[in-house]
């Protein structure tokens, strides 16, 4: 808060403000955290981690609120005032699965910035895209195989890290996040066996 009051502008402060909140674990705060993160993008539209943290928001209240029509006649706060534009629609079409395979050879998928290789690491891509996002009525769940290219041109020097992380939604507070590092088969057979266990189908 002090940080913002000398220097309204700086993207990071708003930022700062908006992942502290949310590690408070308080679902009634959750409207001030996306404020401030819905600020910082407009201060700084690079703001990877805060976009990423934004998406987080956004689903998870998405999941505790029922689509309702907006209040009339009440004032939002200045930490509630968020940018429509970073909303996401409350009803979508859904996809077939050849749209879905689609767009997953599209979109950019990005390092969770949870496992702490956000900056330096890349998602595996090989037969596919290691990066999977599990929901259920009581937990959300996302696996990633992190690669961090290391120093030598031939990938010898590369590591491999498998991340995951689990959402009770019950509880904000409750959750579980692990990073090891392993070979890439072992980070493969890691994958897998996690997405067969939450899934009862193959990774394919």
Known sequence: EYSIKLRPRW?????????????LGDKAKLPQVRGALSQSLRLDAENEKARQLLQEVNALLQMEEQPRGRQVGKKRTLDEDVDLAEEEPQYKKKKTPKEVREDRKTKKFHVDYDSGHAHHGEILKDECLWNVALDSPTQ????????VPGAATDDADDKYYFWFRVNWKKSLSKNQTQCTELT????????????RDRTGNDWE
């Open 11 to 23: 993207s990071k402060g708003h930022f700062w403000k908006g992942a502290c909140l949310f590690k």
């Open 140 to 147: 959300a769940c996302r696996l990633q195989i992190i690669r």
């Open 184 to 195: 890439i088969d072992e980070a493969k057979f890691s994958f897998r066996r996690m997405f």
